[in-house]
């Protein structure tokens, strides 16, 4: 289990991190989506034990995350430069070394020659490779940044398929940061949505698809909670959260996929600010 509690991280006069609380069980599968600097990427940092915290904790199963813990820890950052210098070889044997693990391919994907440069490869052929080297060191935890948009169709279902055999195998913890559900819509069970550096949405997949809607009206009603809304002709398109039917008794609503939840989440961020 990883407990987050009152993390804040600040770049300057940025706050990218903003006491921020969170506890994600073993085995739970998470889409962490926000705008462009909405503190995705330097949460991620920070629970893969790469960046440091001005103020809170994180820890794993009641641990601080030291050494040992991070050798429990993937993480596949969305600039993948390291290694870069080295070959297959060379960068499979130094990640073996220091997770103690033989470096093992665990994935069905692309061969790549031992003496092939890391730096010689598309983002998408380092994506796999890095994935590989993570899997092979039988990790408890993964946290891959934006990097599903860097794949092709076929590295991609290479990619999900090897995320999912461990979740269903192995309780893998999984936190996929992503702006879009649409390659990965099926893999994450709970959504996490970030802005400012909070998390101003924590709901699993199935609650949040019936629980948001959409409908058109001339007019916002009052006393409707909107997320999002924008004008088309002589109609407003309105996106709503939490929607109580009962309640709220709206006529002609619709029910979207993750992708266009998060797509309504990301522009109400930008309307507001």
Do not use: C
Request: aromatic share 10%; glycine share 8%; proline share 5%.
């Amino acid at each position: 289990m990883i407990k987050i509690d009152k993390l804040s991280i600040r770049f300057g006069r940025v706050r990218a991190v903003d006491d921020l609380s969170l506890a994600i069980g073993a085995g739970e599968s998470i889409l962490l989506a926000g705008a462009n600097g909405a503190g995705k990427t330097t949460l991620l940092r920070a629970m893969a034990g790469v960046l440091g915290a001005d103020r809170g904790s994180i820890r794993y199963s009641g641990r601080r995350a030291d050494h040992r813990a991070r050798r429990k820890i993937a993480y596949i950052p969305a600039s993948i430069s390291l290694y870069d210098s080295m070959t297959v070889k060379e960068a499979a044997r130094l990640h073996g070394h220091f997770f103690g693990r033989s470096p093992e391919w665990v994935i069905d994907g692309p061969a790549f020659p031992p003496g092939q440069r890391i730096a010689s490869m598309s983002k998408g052929e380092k994506t796999i490779f890095f994935l590989s080297l993570a899997l092979a060191a039988a990790p408890e935890y993964l946290f891959v940044d934006d990097v599903i948009h860097f794949l092709d169709p076929h590295l991609r279902e290479i990619f999900l398929t090897s995320i999912l055999r461990p979740i269903e195998e192995k309780q893998l913890t999984v936190i996929l940061a992503s702006q879009s559900a649409f390659e990965i819509e099926g893999i994450p069970e709970r959504v996490l949505v970030m802005e400012k550096g909070r998390i101003i949405l924590d709901e699993s997949v199935d609650m949040l698809k019936q629980r948001f809607v959409k409908f058109y009206a001339p007019e916002i009603p009052p006393g409707i909670p909107v997320v999002f809304s924008r004008q088309w002709q002589n109609a407003r398109e309105i996106f709503v959260y939490p929607y109580l039917a009962e309640t709220h008794r709206l006529q002609g609503v619709e029910h979207l996929s993750l992708t266009e939840i998060l797509r309504a989440y990301i522009g109400g961020e930008y309307a507001r600010h």
